[in-house]
């Protein structure tokens, strides 16, 4: 499938955040993007860089993807950087994280945004299907959180952005344990804003609706065509719309905005 930061050269998408958000309004920022090598995060990593934040683009595996990000922050006069991680490895991302954090000072914003779905009826869902979901979705949003929030105390300010899904407060059909795993990023998302508030520690969610990604193509046309009967817009989501959430959170725009879950859906779910 192809997604509109595929298709848009790097600057057309700055300029496409430009037209919202000014290009210093993250000057001086340190900020830290799980999976950004591809679909969601790439996008928030390029809104975050286009406002003038230095961005850590994170992945898992794909470093040549990374590299792109990468080039494309740097291509609009931003700064980045790619590292590797697994955010479920504990060990692996604490060390990671601390080492960067020397490096750069602390992190001022973290998006956790690194996600898979491994999907699966109920009735055939093997422990190492449950395990993928939980450990990469919700472990890796507590690990990088843990790992990022002595130094934003230090700091006493910090904007932490957990993306989790639609799916999270909805579930779904044969996503029993990505809907548990996202689902369990808003119960971390509401303690954390209540524990870390005082000291100026701010916690969100973001709820995306049904993005063009890699992981949507997955789904093939006829869920798809499915999925659409559902959206009030009539239409999937691109990237960038989730972006420019990511950036009103990480930005002193959403300065009295803390706990709270938003779903950038089309209007597929209103409570
Ligand atoms: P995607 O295109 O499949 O990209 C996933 C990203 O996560 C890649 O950058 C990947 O890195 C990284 N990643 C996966 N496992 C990781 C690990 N263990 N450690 C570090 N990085 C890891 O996914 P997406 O559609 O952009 O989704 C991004 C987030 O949005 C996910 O949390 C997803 O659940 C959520 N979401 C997506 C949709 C949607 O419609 N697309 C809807 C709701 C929520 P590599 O490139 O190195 O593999």
Redesign the pocket.
Known sequence: MTTPQDVLTPAQVAEQIRKTYNSSLLAGKVALV?????????SIAMALGACGARVIV?????AA??QETVAAIESVGGQARAVQ????NSAQTSEAIKTLEKEFGGFDILVN?????RDNLFIKMKDEEWDANIN??LK?TFVCARAVTMGMMRKRAGKIIN?????GLTGNMGQAA?AAS?AGILGLTKSLAKELASRNIQVNAI??????????SAHGDKLIENVLKQIPMERL?D?LEIARMAVFLASDASSYVTGQTLAVDGGMTMV
């Open positions: 799980t999976g950004g090598s591809r679909g969601i995060g790439r994170n992945y898992a595996g794909n993807a990374a991680f697994d955010v479920s945004n690194a996600g898979v779905s990469t979705n890796g993306i989790s899904s639609v799916i990505y996202k709820c995306p609706g049904y993005i063009t990604t890699d992981m949507t989501g990237p």
